[in-house]
RNA sequence: GGGCGAGUGGUGGAAUGGUUUACACAACAGACUUAAAAUCUGUCCCGGUAAAACGGUUGUGGGUUCGAGUCCCACCUCGCCCACCA
């Protein structure tokens, strides 16, 4: 008998698929289709560890389970390699990132073959490919044609490390995504001008669009308090002795007579304006500290000290036409609403800890249940606030707002927290930015016959110190005439953000060699969105970005979903034993071709990895898991040798009738299953199947029939998404002359499951005394009377009178007993 | 502070309002073996019993129900995301 040797098969059916080209998909297939990946992959110098394991196996076995139902499907892959660890790589060494990208793909190419996962490697992508990121220049003119990229000067984040600018989603609690650690400093900010994506256009359309998502709760609750809509008004205030009126927003217009003050954000173009000489030299330096200081250390603790300083002003509160001070304060945020609040310290804690300090009025204007003394959030009911004294808190809201309207003093107004998209990197591997500078012009889009515009071979990688990307030493490069007008121009020298090629790079994927267009509209059509999408890193700004994308492709006609995924998972993290994250810093990762080599095989460790809990949840590496999923693995190879060996005999039925059985019941439950993505229970499905076969053959009765081979086969047939290669391997030794994994998957025959006599559960009281076998569709009074039979059910429906019974058809009687 | 989610054996985890603990890991026992590994078979929530019966048990307390891990209310703990966003 052969031994299971995952060393012997595995290799030799991974040169088969691709030989065979078992995954390769037809885009044009008359098929239905299917597409499924994870999150775009940086290939970094360290390859995969066993946690990107789940990552990418996860949708495999979804694309793998569709392949063998029938449909086109298709597992794209490609690299998302433009980035800073490659630039580092070369100041540090010399070796462009052009060739050190090439090394480091060639290892995932090797990792990603050893594991198994079925992706087309005909339509593979890479982002650094001039062929690739000519079309993400692309995208940028026509944002810019639609006037949706912007240059603007203002202060923004900067990475001392990266020595870049960074858009906010890419801030983490104060800190650089890619230098979060303790040791990492807090990012600071730069005035800079800069380029922009107006994402904020689409910001009520995706927020809309993000309930109705077929996506992992959190996930979309993230999207949500990212976009960040809050609802309110914008309310003017007058200012003593200047013409200009000052806006506030709020959305709280109900607590307006209880506007004691107004504070300004110390950038305001205000601020200057309106202070008086007494304070103006200490208001100067306070705004220039502030804005020199990190907005994220004016933010960080927000139980920080309130600080802030009078500026000498009044504002005049337009409902009552009282003078009330303007403040100038460093919690009040520039790019928030308006840089200005009206502030009601009895009905906002941030406002009440400003006037507990600073001394200032605090009036009630809302009476609920609440303590005087304290500030409260709650609604309630109106106070002190003259006519509208009584209305409801929600009542007085509009009606306020309607009051001021007429008077042109304030109007609705929906604000959100998601800022516009910072595109700019002072970095060079990147895709440059296709804009010309010309004196005459302005900003010119280089026409499409141009790109890509190329990035130019350099010697020195080093950042110059500035605040510009090293391109801009790159004469011969940067100088170039005006498309327009032809007069002599300069390339714009900052390069896109890493995120703006990742976020179009599906629609390639189904279009991949195109040289006409970035896709065309038949294929986006066919296989846009994404049928099953899933990740774990970063997926919050990722998908505002890729679902921004796609929204402004589908208002200018360029694809018909606005929704770049139709189903998307947010699996959990795998990590180390003692819970820590793998990490290449910790070097604590362990590399799944270890693992292959000590002889567990890849199949193993798909199986152990989908095997040791639902998707979503973070998983503690163990040592012992890889072992049980082999061992498993190995029970199904033994079992179809021994089926191989076995001597031919008819079955008798009842044997014939528990072999359909435990079949049918893993058809039903893993198909099921997988299409739930409940890959933990599929097998655990799978493994029950195996155990009951196990059982029948250590009674003696496996023989060389048909309803035994139809058995292991469809067993093979559903675990090959999760294990292809021994299902392969298995699939040929028992006759087959094609792959198992096309177009095979076995078909449920309810009949085989249906028992005719059924297990019924007699309870008393709720509790189970008694279990008997009865026809499946017996009625209640037959159920009833082979209840009260039963010598304990008896002994406990003697204790009181049977008063009611609860029967549940083909499975369960209640009796209730009462003194 | 806000939002989302979760608390079930020694462990990872199962469970359309209907037999709590599927499947596995670890542990223990038996078979095979000169022996070990591998493999196969079995035991495995707590109390109770020779074995059953029986009683208790899904973070805590209450509620709805014939019946609650599941639904509702309050509380405790943990995880993730956001957070001086007006």
Redesign the pocket.
């Known amino acids: 008998m052969k031994r299971y040797n995952p060393k012997d098969i595995e290799v030799k059916w991974q040169k088969k698929w691709d030989a065979d080209g078992t995954y390769k998909v037809d885009l044009d297939s008359v098929k239905p289709k299917y597409i499924g990946f994870g999150m775009f992959n940086y290939p970094s110098g360290a390859g995969i560890h066993v946690g990107h394991v789940r990552a990418f196996t996860i949708p495999d076995i979804m694309t793998r389970a569709k392949r063998q139902q029938g449909f086109a499907s298709y597992q794209p892959i490609g690299w998302d390699s433009f980035g800073l660890p490659a630039e580092n790589y070369a100041i540090k060494t010399g070796v462009p990132p052009q060739e050190s990208t090439k090394t480091a793909i060639k290892k995932y190419h090797e990792q990603y073959r050893a594991l198994g996962w079925a992706v087309d490697w005909t339509k593979e992508i890479n982002t650094t490919d001039p062929e690739y990121y000519k079309w993400t220049q692309w995208v940028f003119t026509k944002l810019f044609e639609h006037n949706l990229a912007y240059q603007q000067e203002s202060p923004q984040w900067w990475c001392n490390q990266c020595k870049t600018v960074l858009a906010d989603e890419q801030v983490?609690?104060g800190k650089c995504w890619r230098h979060d650690s303790e040791e990492d400093p807090l990012v600071s900010k730069r005035n800079l001008k800069q380029w922009f994506f107006r994402i904020t256009k689409f910001a009520d359309e995706m927020l809309e669009a993000t309930e109705d998502l077929d996506w992992t709760?959190?996930v979309k609750?993230?999207q949500?308090?990212?976009i960040?809509r809050?609802i309110?008004a914008e309310v003017s205030f007058a200012i003593e002795g200047n013409k200009k009126e000052l806006k506030?927003?709020?959305?709280?217009p109900d607590t307006l007579y209880g506007a004691t003050f107004i504070v300004l954000?110390p950038e305001h173009p205000l601020v200057a304006d309106i202070t008086t000489e007494e304070y103006k030299a200490d208001i100067t330096s306070y705004a220039k500290s502030s804005i020199v200081k990190s907005e994220v250390e004016?933010?960080?603790?927000?139980d920080?000290?309130?600080?802030g300083l009078f500026t000498g002003a009044y504002a005049i509160n337009p409902v009552n036409n009282k003078k009330i001070p303007i403040w100038v304060?460093?919690?009040?945020?520039?790019?928030?609403?308006?840089?200005?609040?009206?502030a009601?310290p009895a009905h906002?804690e941030?406002?009440f800890?400003f006037a507990k300090k600073f001394d200032l009025d605090i009036t009630r204007v809302v009476s609920n249940n609440e303590p005087d003394e304290d500030c409260t959030h709650a609604e309630g009911v109106l106070i002190n606030s003259e006519e509208y004294n009584g209305m409801s808190s929600a009542i007085a809201r509009e009606q306020i707002v309607k009051d001021l309207q007429t008077k042109k003093i304030a109007h609705e107004k929906v604000?959100y927290?998601m800022r516009d998209w910072l595109i700019s990197r002072q970095r060079y591997w990147g895709a440059p930015i296709p804009i010309i500078h010309c004196e005459s012009c302005g900003p010119v889009a280089v026409p499409e016959k141009d790109l890509p515009v190329e990035l130019p071979k350099i010697e020195n990688y080093r950042p110059t110190g500035g605040y510009v990307s090293v391109l801009a030493g790159v004469e011969d490069w940067v100088n170039v005439p005006c498309p327009t007008c032809n007069k002599p121009g300069k390339r714009e020298t900052d390069t896109m953000d890493g995120y703006v090629c990742s976020s179009w790079y599906f629609l390639r994927y189904v279009d991949p060699t195109n040289s006409e267009q970035a896709w065309s509209s038949a294929r986006s059509k066919q296989w846009i969105p994404v049928d099953f999408y899933n990740g774990g890193d970063h997926a919050?700004a990722h998908l505002l970005y890729a679902r921004f994308f796609m929204r402004f492709f589908h208002s200018i006609g360029l694809v018909d979903s606005p929704e770049p995924f139709k189903r998307m998972i947010y699996h959990g993290k795998i990590k180390a034993g003692d819970g820590s994250v793998f990490s290449k810093s910790k070097g604590n990762g362990i590399d799944p071709l270890e693992v292959i080599e000590q002889g567990y095989g890849a199949d193993a460790i798909r199986l152990y990895e989908m095997?040791?809990?639902?998707v979503e949840?973070?998983?503690?590496w163990?040592e012992?898991?890889i072992?049980?999923?082999?061992?498993?693995l190995?029970?199904v190879w033994?079992i179809t040798q021994e089926f191989l060996a076995s001597s031919e005999e008819q079955l008798d039925d009842k044997i014939t009738a528990d072999i359909r059985m435990i079949e049918h019941k893993a058809i039903a439950k893993v198909t099921e299953d997988i299409d739930g993505v409940?890959f933990?229970?599929a097998?655990?499905?799978l493994?029950?199947a195996?155990?009951g076969l196990?059982?029948l053959?250590?009674e003696g009765k496996l023989k060389k029939d048909d309803v035994w081979q139809s058995a292991i086969e469809s067993i093979l047939m559903l675990l090959a998404p999760f294990a292809p290669h021994i299902t392969d391997e298995l699939w040929s030794q028992l006759g087959h002359d094609d792959s198992i994994h096309i177009d095979h998957w076995p078909t449920l025959n309810i009949d085989y499951v249906t028992l005719d006599t059924v297990?019924f559960?007699v309870?008393v009281?709720?509790?189970?005394?008694a279990?008997i076998q009865l026809p499946k569709d017996s009625e209640k009074e037959v159920v009833l009377t082979a209840a009260k039979e039963d010598e304990?059910v008896k002994?406990?429906t003697a204790k009181g009178n049977l008063v009611?019974e609860?029967f549940?058809p083909g499975?369960?009687i209640?009796l209730?007993v009462k003194d």
């Open positions: 983490l609690g709760q959190s609750a993230s949500q308090s990212w960040g809050s309110g506030v927003f709020t959305t709280r954000a004016r933010q960080q603790d927000a920080k000290e309130k600080t304060a460093d919690y009040v945020l520039m790019g928030y609403g308006t840089g200005a609040i009206m009601v906002d941030r406002d800890a604000n927290r919050t095997f040791a809990a639902p949840l973070a998983v503690l163990d012992q898991g072992p049980g999923a082999y061992r498993f190995n029970r033994n409940l933990n229970t097998i655990a499905a493994m029950e195996v155990n196990y059982k053959k250590g297990t559960v309870q009281n709720g509790k189970l005394r279990q304990n002994e406990y009611k609860i549940i499975k369960l209640n209730v």
